[in-house]
């Protein structure tokens, strides 16, 4: 039996972590949810996702900290940053910090999910379960 795939979002936005839930579960993958970075750290620890949707503005840890923490704890784990921040010195600062890719909100579900689909088809290149849909698409 294939692991289902996992991803974590980190994000204190209550209305916007159902949303993205919702979409991605519609996808057929499993979602874990904290609310802080420091539950955030702790679950990537403990949930071991196969990718992390980051948000920079958390309550307790700046995001950028937190990708940079992930990163050191993983060089495979793909990191997206969906973030309101949309200056271009933000966007840059994320991607050195470790993001694999940064989407500003308000964004597009179906934007979101390609974006996962690839970043996640090429963290696993050799999954044949993987055909690169969704499996409700």
């Not at 209305?15 to 990537?44: P, S």
């Not at 990708?67 to 060089?75: E, G």
């Not at 974006?115 to 698409?137: E, F, W």
């Amino acid at each position: 039996m294939t692991k289902q795939t996992s991803i974590l979002i980190i994000d204190d936005d209550v209305y916007l972590d159902k949303l993205l839930e919702h979409t991605l579960e519609y996808d057929g993958w499993q979602v874990h949810i904290a609310r802080d970075g420091t539950e955030g750290e702790r679950m990537f620890d403990t949930e071991h996702p196969d990718m992390v949707i980051l948000d920079l503005g958390l309550p307790d840890i700046d995001g950028f900290e937190v990708c940079r923490t992930l990163r050191q704890r993983s060089q495979q784990v793909p990191i997206m940053i969906l973030s309101g921040r949309t200056e271009q010195a933000d966007k840059i600062k994320g991607l050195t910090m470790g993001a694999d890719a940064y989407l500003t909100k308000p964004f597009d579900s179906d934007e979101l999910t390609a974006r996962a689909k690839a970043l996640l088809r090429r963290a696993k290149p050799d999954d044949p379960n993987d055909s690169g849909q969704g499996s409700a698409s």
